[in-house]
Antibody, heavy 119, light 107 residues
Framework: EVQLLESGGGLVQPGGSLRLSCAAS????????MSWLRQAPGKGLEWVSV????????SYADSVKGRFTISRDNSKSALFLQMNSLRADDTAVYYC????????????WGHGTLVTVSS | DIQMTQSPSSLSASVGDRVTITCRAS??????LAWFQQKPGKAPTSLIY???SLQSGVPSKFSGSGSGTDFTLTISSLEPEDFATYYC?????????FGQGTKLEIK
């Protein structure tokens, strides 16, 4: 059974940094691209970033480009999102998701971790 | 970026009803369209991919159709557990984009 468990969320001041983690199990982690998505309180879904299975290809939403960095450690089946220069509009539940298919879509999502950016 | 427009944004229906939600892409997406269901406080779950392929384990009361830029999700006979918010997503290109969601409520 695929399991994705996010951690690292919390309260951070504007301009601050936070690193999210996603622990994966139940599948061959390095064989799949992985995504981060988010959902602001009471709002819809927003795709944030993706990383290829090998980690050599990444893509970002314009809203986070230059501030967020996605990475992965296939030896530990772990996905990360380094978030810098955080703003109030980054406040959201952040989900990691496993992509399947080609092109890939977000087939399986974790339960999410809440990031609150506020002074 | 490809814009996804869902309608309606909310829908009231009764148990046993048949409902249809539509999703329009701002340009052709080669049928690379997925539908997700989200219940309050929970993560989204995948229902449909490639516009009309049912995800494993999803009941056959859910069906998807469409091509090019216009797509639909149909639920053939509503049950209490189907009242949720539904999102479409295009995965033809990056950035991936979602419709704004359709909240399905009990009448």
């Amino acid at each position: 059974e695929v399991q994705l468990l996010e951690s690292g969320g919390g309260l951070v001041q504007p301009g601050g940094s936070l690193r999210l983690s996603c622990a994966a199990s139940g599948f061959t982690f390095g064989s799949y691209a992985m995504s981060w998505l988010r959902q602001a309180p009471g709002k819809g879904l927003e795709w944030v970033s993706v990383i290829s299975g090998s980690g050599d290809v990444t893509s970002y939403a314009d809203s986070v480009k230059g501030r967020f960095t996605i990475s992965r450690d296939n030896s530990k089946s772990a996905l990360f999102l380094q978030m810098n220069s955080l703003r109030a509009d980054d406040t959201a539940v952040y989900y990691c998701a496993k992509q399947v298919g080609s092109p890939g879509f977000e087939h399986c999502w974790g339960h999410g971790t809440l990031v609150t950016v506020s002074s | 970026d490809i814009q996804m427009t869902q309608s309606p944004s909310s829908l009231s229906a009764s148990v046993g009803d048949r409902v249809t939600i539509t999703c329009r892409a701002s340009q052709g997406i080669n049928n690379y369209l997925a539908w997700f269901q989200q219940k309050p406080g929970k993560a989204p779950t995948s229902l449909i991919y490639a516009a009309s392929s049912l995800q494993s384990g999803v009941p056959s009361k859910f069906s998807g159709s469409g091509s090019g830029t216009d797509f639909t999700l149909t639920i053939s006979s509503l049950e209490p557990e189907d009242f949720a918010t539904y999102y479409c997503q295009q995965y033809n290109s990056y950035p991936r984009t979602f419709g704004q969601g359709t909240k399905l409520e009990i009448k």
